[in-house]
């Protein structure tokens, strides 16, 4: 089985700073892309940022020169610094992998994996 643990979140007020943390674990063969997406109320989820397939990296527009992804390729985790936050950054916050995993002796591609959430909530 494979889990993907997000932490982090919280209330902060705008123009502040937030560091979300994502860590995959289980039987994981090889992780292809991993990131994270958001959903605020009323909308559908978008993508914040990745590491996609080849290892570049994919932002939101809207948060271009604000959000900082990295990783820790030893330890399955991808980190979201958000700074300089606004209330339209409001938001479930989702990690997002697609992963290679081990299923028994073989080897299945391409899987697909979402964390349970955290709440980003930026207010005065």
């Known amino acids: 089985q494979v889990q993907l643990v997000e932490s982090g979140g919280g209330l902060v007020q705008p123009g502040g700073s937030l560091r979300l943390s994502c860590a995959a674990s289980?039987?994981?063969?090889?992780?292809?892309?991993m990131g994270w997406y958001r959903q605020a109320p009323g909308k559908e989820r978008e993508l914040v940022a990745a590491?996609?397939?080849?290892?570049?990296?994919k932002y939101a527009d809207s948060v271009k020169g604000r959000f900082t992804i990295s990783r820790d390729n030893a330890k399955n985790t991808v980190y979201l610094q958000m700074n300089n936050l606004k209330p339209e950054d409001t938001a479930v916050y989702y990690c997002n992998a697609n992963l290679d995993v081990y299923v028994g002796t073989s080897v299945r591609s391409a899987q697909n994996y979402w964390g349970k959430g955290t709440l980003v909530s930026v207010s005065s």
């Open positions: 590491f996609i397939f080849g290892g570049t990296t």
């Open positions: 289980g039987s994981i063969f090889r992780v292809n892309a």
